[in-house]
C-alpha cells in the first residue's frame, strides 16, 4: 500500500490523516495516511528515511522551509515561495517539492465561500512562510491591489520586491492603514499566542469586508471575533484551506479529484464537539 504523511513538530492535533482516510473512503482508494513527528534539529533525515519507503508527504510547520532545500524538482510557485508543503518521490527516485497553500486558500475563498476577487482590494497580514506560499495565487486572481502588512515592514517590503512581476503588490507596516478593503487575510502567527495584529478597526467596512484568519481551532480564533465585533461581513477561520489543499494533494498522488465539501462538512463537526 502507498505510504504518506504529515510531517510536523508539533503534529499531535493535525487533521491531515482524517481528511486523506475520508479523501481515500470517498474515492475508493487504498492508502496508508499518518502523523509524523519530526525532530526540529534534523527534519532532512527524517525525511529521507520515510521516503525509502513512502510516497508522498505534506508539511506543516515549521519544515516547510527544509522541505525546500531537500527537493530535487520544485514546481514553479514553490520555487517562487521558498516553502514546500508538499513532497512526492518520483519514479526516478527525484524529490518533487510544490506549494498547495495558495490554491487551497483560494479555492476556500472563491468555492467554499463564494467570492470574486477580481478588482478586489486584498491586505495580507503578515511576512513569513505561509504567505510567501498565497501570494502568488491572490495575484492570479486579479485583486486591484494586495497590501502585505508586517510588524517588520522589511520583510514585506522584500516580499513586495519578489512578487511584483506578478501583480499589483505593496507593502506597509500595520499602523499606516486605515482606509477600508474588501478581504483582510490574516497570516500571522500572533493567534497561536492568542493575540491580533494590532490593526486599525477602520479597516473593515461593515457589511462588506471578508476576513480570513489562516489559522483555525475549536473556538473561533482572536482575529474572527475582533472581525465580528467590527460587523465584518464574514469571519472565516483556516480549516477549509487546509482541507482544500489536502484536495489538491490528494488529486496529484491518486490521479482522483476527491470532493472536498461532505469532508468539511463532517470533520468541522468533529472539531466543533472537540
Ligand atoms: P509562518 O511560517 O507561519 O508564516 P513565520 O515565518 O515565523 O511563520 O512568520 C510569522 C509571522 O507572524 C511574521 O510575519 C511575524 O511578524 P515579524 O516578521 O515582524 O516577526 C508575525 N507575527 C508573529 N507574532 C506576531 C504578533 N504578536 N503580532 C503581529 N505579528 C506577529
Redesign the pocket.
Given at each position: 500500500m502507498d505510504r504518506y504523511v504529515v510531517f510536523g513538530n508539533p503534529i499531535g492535533h493535525s487533521k491531515s490523516p482524517a481528511i486523506h482516510r475520508l479523501f481515500a473512503e470517498q474515492t475508493g482508494q487504498e492508502l496508508d495516511y499518518s502523523a509524523r513527528l519530526a525532530p526540529l534539529e534534523d527534519f532532512a533525515g527524517n525525511a529521507r528515511e520515510f521516503f525509502l519507503q513512502g510516497h508522498g508527504a505534506n508539511v506543516t510547520?515549521?519544515f516547510?522551509e527544509d522541505a525546500y532545500r531537500l527537493c530535487d524538482v520544485l514546481t514553479p510557485r514553490a520555487e517562487r515561495a521558498g516553502?514546500v508543503n508538499m513532497l512526492t518521490k518520483q519514479a526516478d527516485g527525484t524529490l518533487r517539492g510544490d506549494n498547495t497553500d495558495g490554491t487551497g486558500l483560494v479555492r476556500d475563498l472563491t468555492i467554499n465561500a463564494g467570492l470574486n476577487l477580481e478588482g478586489k482590494r486584498i491586505l495580507l497580514?503578515?511576512?513569513?512562510?505561509?504567505?510567501?506560499g498565497v501570494i502568488e495565487s491572490l495575484l492570479e486572481q486579479k485583486p486591484v491591489s494586495l497590501v502585505v502588512a508586517?510588524?517588520?515592514v522589511d520583510?514585506a517590503e522584500l516580499l513586495a520586491q519578489i512578487f511584483a512581476d506578478m501583480g499589483p503588490i505593496a507593502a506597509s507596516g500595520?499602523d499606516w492603514l486605515e482606509e477600508p478593503v474588501d478581504v483582510i487575510i490574516n497570516?500571522?502567527?500572533?493567534s497561536?499566542?492568542g493575540?491580533?495584529?494590532?490593526i486599525s478597526a477602520s479597516l473593515i467596512q461593515p457589511g462588506v469586508t471578508v476576513c480570513y484568519d489562516m489559522m483555525y481551532g475549536k473556538e473561533p480564533t482572536p482575529f474572527c471575533l475582533w472581525a465580528e465585533e467590527h460587523g465584518a461581513a464574514l469571519a472565516l477561520d483556516g480549516f477549509g484551506m487546509l482541507v482544500e489543499q489536502a484536495a489538491v494533494a490528494f488529486a496529484y498522488w491518486r490521479g482522483v479529484q476527491p470532493d472536498s465539501a461532505p469532508v468539511l462538512a463532517q470533520l468541522r463537526e468533529e472539531i466543533a464537539k472537540g
Open positions: 510547520l515549521p516547510k516553502a497580514l503578515g511576512a513569513g512562510g505561509a504567505v510567501r508586517n510588524r517588520t520583510k500595520f497570516a500571522t502567527s500572533a497561536l499566542a493575540d491580533l495584529p494590532p
